[in-house]
């Protein structure tokens, strides 16, 4: 894993392609988002980072990761208000270890 900006803006990308695809779907949003937070978590791992530390602004707010920007990935989503603020309040509630996020999005998986 590298942090060019190409690895972080396809992770954002794809976390803002997953999250329209699923919007509106409780279950499938959440596992895009848990899918999401297990692939930067392993990202920032492999460099020897925290490997959570940042997801929310990462994802919601600055799309800044390391020495890194990038559009963050609600940002680029055509939710509404009410939608960027679900899915920010789910990012929140996830849990911080891969095991559960991968089971999370497991779940997703299953209901898609």
Excluded: Q
Excluded at 22 to 35: F, I, Q, Y
Excluded at 84 to 103: I, Q
């Amino acid at each position: 894993m590298s942090t060019d900006a190409a690895t972080w803006e396809r992770m954002s990308m794809e976390l803002s392609e997953a999250i329209t695809a699923a919007a509106g779907h409780a279950t499938r949003e959440r596992a895009a988002l848990a899918r999401a937070l297990a692939a930067y978590g392993r990202a920032r791992a492999a460099l020897g980072e925290p490997p959570f530390e940042h997801a929310m602004h990462f994802f919601a707010v600055e799309g800044c990761v390391l020495d890194v920007t990038v559009v963050p990935a609600l940002h680029r989503s055509p939710g509404d208000d009410a939608a960027f603020a679900r899915w920010g309040k789910l990012l929140e509630a996830l849990p911080l270890r891969l095991d559960a996020l991968d089971a999370i999005a497991e779940e997703g998986n299953r209901e898609g």
